[in-house]
Each structure stands twice: as C-alpha cells, then as structure tokens.
C-alpha cells in the first residue's frame, strides 16, 4: 500500500519539506508519497480528522497551525507539550500524537555538523518567537551554563528567561538594541539568530542582528533563517573569525526526527541534505 504523509500550511508553497522528505523516503525504499497541503484556519479540524484513516502515516505541521492543532490531538510528547506547539502528528491506528522536533532538531544540528555540545556554555538566544522558544527548551534541558536571551520586544524575552529558569538554568533577558548586548555576546559560546532579520522577504532582509565588532572568533554562530543560505549575520560571523552553521541544518534534522518516528528507520541525512539546498537553489 502506498502511504501517505506531508506538511500543512498556509501559504505552503515556499516549504522546502517535500523535497527533502521524498528524497529520504525514496533512498529508504519505502512506498509513500510526501505531499504539501494549503490548508485554511477553517479547514484544519476536517483535514486533521482525515489523518485518523488507514495508510496515513503522519504529517508536518508549519505556519499558523503548529498551536491550532492541539485540541484534535489523541495525546502530546513532552516537547510538544513544553513547546505548546506541534510540528509533527504522529499517526498509529487512528490516535494522533503530537511531537516537536524543532528543539531536538537544533540539537542533532549543533552536535552532528558543527560537533558543538551546548553542556557548560553560555549561550546567547536573540529572538523570542516560536523558534526562539524551540530553541531555549533544548538549551535549558542540555545544561547550559548560562543563557540570555535578547529580543526587539523585552517582555517576550523575559517570558523565555522564565521558562529557562524554570528548568534550572540561570537565564536572563535584555533588549536587542541595548547597548550591553556587546557584553553578552563577547561571553557567549554560542549565539542562536531566532529572529526574522536577514530573511529574504522578510522585515529587514539586508540586516543581521550583530556585527562582526560585537562576535567572538571563539564562538559559534547559528542563524535559524535559512533562505538565503548565507546570511548577513553569518557573513558577520565569518568575518570575525568565528564558525557558522546555517539554518537549513536545523530544518533537515527536524524532519529527520519526524521521518524516523514515522518509518522507524534511520534517516538518511546526507540525501535529505542534499536535497534540500538543491531545492533552495533551485527557487533562487
Ligand atoms: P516568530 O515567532 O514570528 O518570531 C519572530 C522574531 O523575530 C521575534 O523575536 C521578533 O521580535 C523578531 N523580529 C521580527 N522582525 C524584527 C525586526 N525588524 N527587528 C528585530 N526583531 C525582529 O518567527 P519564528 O517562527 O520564531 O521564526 C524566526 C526565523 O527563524 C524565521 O526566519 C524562520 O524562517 C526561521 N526558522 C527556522 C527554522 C529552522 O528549522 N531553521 C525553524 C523555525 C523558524 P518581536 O518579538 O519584537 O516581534
């Protein structure tokens, strides 16, 4: 039997997930088709309903649904539930369960291709959206030493500091124009961009949240944002000396996790790699 999977969104067609799942899917010599699904607020319930029949493995969720998903849920992982946001339902024998792999994506990401171990080190998180909040749970729950987190809007900064704090991890929140943001970042091992900024299209395409001035050659630099591939804050990073890892390694770990729970086998990551920044490229 062909079975099915695929990512629901709304706009959806600028995702990049089918590519690189069907890539995987086919290297694994599994029979199931990954498709992306436009689907409206509206919508949603029915659609989500429909994954409860036979040959349906399971489904990605993206922008607006990952909140909206919840209540037609069966049951939720710990991630998800932390997370307060769905990413990847789960399908077994008409239950569905949700998960977020965005936090142990980002960990997969750090560890496999920049061979960074978040134990011990101050890290500095600018953002305080969704991501960001991914982002913070798998830093708090990897023993980080220390963490600020630093966004445009300060209460939302300090909601994550909350959070932090209350997995046992010294955390803190400041604005991402304060002037002692030059400090935090000269300390940090590790600086995670979870804001718009730099995204094409988005609302400040040509700027990066830091400067070369305010980046230490020791740290490693992690932009989220994925399209364009090298960032302007990842130039920054390059020109003060200090390693980068892309946001494109996030989104393939992720869906790496979400292929493994769907299939029970390991992910190929190279091929979904590869697939994914052949999409990219391909889009311009
Ligand atoms: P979100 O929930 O909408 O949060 C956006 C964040 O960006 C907020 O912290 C917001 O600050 C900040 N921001 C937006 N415009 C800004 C500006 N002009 N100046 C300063 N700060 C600004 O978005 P998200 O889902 O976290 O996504 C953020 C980025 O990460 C996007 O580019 C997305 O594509 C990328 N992303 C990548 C992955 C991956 O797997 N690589 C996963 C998820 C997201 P305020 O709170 O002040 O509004």
Redesign the pocket.
């Known amino acids: 039997m062909n079975s099915e999977m695929g990512v629901i969104g709304s706009p959806i067609g600028h995702s990049v997930s089918p590519a690189f799942q069907q890539a995987a899917l086919d290297q694994a010599g599994i029979n199931a088709t990954y498709l992306a699904y436009d689907v409206l607020a509206e919508e949603l319930r029915a659609f989500v309903q429909g994954l409860r029949e036979p040959g349906v493995l399971g489904i990605n969720i993206t922008t607006p649904h990952k909140g909206a998903v919840i209540p037609f849920l069966d049951e939720m992982d710990d991630w998800a539930t932390a997370a307060g946001a769905v990413n990847t339902i789960v399908a077994r024998e008409g239950r569905l369960t949700g998960h977020n792999t965005?936090g142990v994506?980002f960990l997969r990401a750090l560890r496999d291709e920049a061979g960074f171990s978040p134990e011990g080190r101050c890290a500095l998180v600018l953002?305080?959206?969704?991501?960001?909040r991914a982002v913070v749970l798998a830093l708090s729950r990897s023993n980080v030493a220390g963490l600020t987190i630093a966004?445009?809007?300060l209460s939302?900064a300090e909601t994550l500091a909350e959070l932090a704090q209350q997995n046992g991890v010294s955390a803190s929140a400041m604005g991402?124009d304060q002037d002692s943001l030059t400090t935090v970042a000269k300390e940090a091992d590790l600086i995670v961009n979870?804001?718009?900024?730099g995204?094409v299209r988005?609302?400040?395409e040509n700027g990066a949240p830091l400067l070369r001035d305010q980046i230490p050659p020791s740290a490693l630099v992690n932009d989220?944002?994925?399209n364009p591939k090298e960032t302007p804050l990842l130039r920054e990073a390059e020109a003060a000396g200090a390693k980068t890892l892309g946001?494109i390694y996030?989104?393939v770990y992720?869906g790496a996790s979400a292929f493994e729970m769907w299939t029970g086998k390991p992910a190929p990551v190279s091929v979904m790699l590869e697939a994914a920044l052949a999409a990219m490229a391909a889009r311009g």
């Open positions: 965005d994506g953002g305080a959206g969704g991501s960001a966004n445009r809007t939302k991402l979870c804001t718009s900024i995204m988005g609302p400040d989220l944002v994925y946001g996030m989104l992720q």
